[in-house]
């Protein structure tokens, strides 16, 4: 097949769920498929420029800069956003380039496949008809639950407006879409129930399992770890939540217990919530998340907030790190709870998890073998792709 596939980044540096699950895909497709791949990218990032050869037969490239979530730039937009009837983690990447660019492509090219890359890239399609839509996540619903967990009142106010335009912005390209590419069966049910999508179907995330196998011998980087995007809203709440609510618990009766929050751009709310708490580390970007996995003995997923999947979740099982999760955290994912996953979801259970992890090595091993074999036996890259490769087969333009 000539596939078009169409991204709202590139995908170097690889510090972004989405971009992860993306990644492992293409390189999977690019093995035996055409790919063109057309994607915005910020001026100060030459990387995933130069390193699209490693997924894509051609890359074109839209120079494009959003105005961080942080910077005080970004209140004309959401005023604006307050107005406009798409909602704004939408609007902040349309581009009329990108625009031209994809017209330019079909004039010029035959393509068998034409793939939207999450939901924010579908404004530049003229239309979606020809288009399988891969959404990494049901968008509504995250902003649904940042209403729900809000305790702004103007936060919540704009949170649930933006939750109501996503939700119609989000059914509305589904059903335009040819088909719609989940990434859990849950997902894919929500669209089929809140969206009445008809043409729709999941595949599962994968994971490098090869890349993230253990070594023999880790250098100790703490107790627990957090490891993601901390410019990303779930992913700032969950910190907050398990900073201010969880930790004081578990040191209640282990009160050496460090964390390591690990990832790109921590946001000014992690900072000032870990303010005066000793034997916490937050790294901001780091060269190699594996080796904080391996260095440590327990991951931490304590979301309120989010969609989708979470790709940490499987990352740790491959790095044999035991993870201690919300049922929120480990949404849409294949896993026994107590045997190769621990959940809580009050601070208290969360907290009496991980204390057992902590206390316990060999139930820490026990619950860290179990889940390096579900991943190794169900999800490496290579597997998960050939349901993807199927539905572009049976979709060919």
Known sequence: MKILWVSPFFLHPTDRGGQIRTLGTLKELHKRHEVHFCALNASSNTEGPARAVEYSTRSFVVPHDPVPRTSFRIIPQVL??????????????????????ISQRLKNERYDSIVCDFLACAPNFSEMA???LFQHNVETTIWQRHAEQSTSFLRKRFFAMQAKKMAAYEAETCRRSRFVIAVSGMDARRMREDFSVERV??????VDVESLAPPPHAEAVGDLIFSGSMDWLPNIDAMEYFLREILPLIREELPATTLTIAGRAPDP?????AQGMEGITITGSVPDMRPYLWGSKVSIIPLRIGGGTRLKVYESMASGVPIV??????EGLSYTPGHDLLVGDTPREFAQQCVRMLR???DRKAVADHAMKLVRDNFSWAAVTEGFEAILQDNRL
């Open 80 to 101: 604006q956003a307050i107005l406009s009837p798409l909602p704004l983690a939408v609007s902040r990447y349309r581009s009329v380039a990108l625009q031209k660019l």
């Open 130 to 132: 020809p288009v399988v």
């Open 201 to 206: 179907a999941s595949v599962s995330t994968g």
């Open 360 to 362: 316990d090595a060999q």
């Open 325 to 330: 999760s919300t049922s929120i955290g480990a």
């Open 269 to 273: 709310r992690v900072v000032r919530a």
